[in-house]
């Protein structure tokens, strides 16, 4: 079964960090562009990080930009979504998602495997 499981979520106080990690079970991660998205309650899904398959290319949304940060180790299969100086409106569930392709990441690929998502709560 192809299956993409996130983890590291929690609570943690404003200007706190946590590391997420997305581990790939059933396929290899090296094809794959890796995406980071989050999802507050009453409100959209919003792309927050991108690393390409190589992860020599990394997006970030300007919302997390320079406070967080996406590496990905193809030989363990996993990925890592590093956020430091969190706020309370980082709080969402965060969902990684892998797209089949070998281009520069893009919040419009085909996102064809999603995790089941991991809470984050920032909050004093």
């Known amino acids: 079964q192809l299956r993409l499981v996130e983890s590291g979520g929690g609570l943690v106080q404003p200007g706190g960090s946590l590391t997420l990690s997305c581990a790939a079970s059933?396929?290899?991660?090296?094809?794959?562009?890796i995406g980071w998205f989050r999802q507050a309650p009453g409100k959209e899904r919003e792309a927050v990080s991108c690393?390409?398959?190589?992860?020599?290319?990394?997006n970030y949304a300007d919302t997390v930009k320079g406070r967080f940060s996406i590496s990905r180790d193809n030989a363990k299969n996993i990925v890592h979504l590093f956020m430091n100086t969190l706020k309370p409106e980082d709080s969402a569930v965060y969902y990684c998602a892998a797209a089949p392709t070998k281009r520069l990441c893009d919040w419009i690929f085909k996102w064809d495997f999603w995790g089941q998502g991991t809470q984050v709560t920032v909050s004093s």
């Open positions: 690393i390409n398959y190589s992860g020599v290319n990394k």
């Open positions: 059933g396929f290899t991660l090296d094809d794959n562009a």
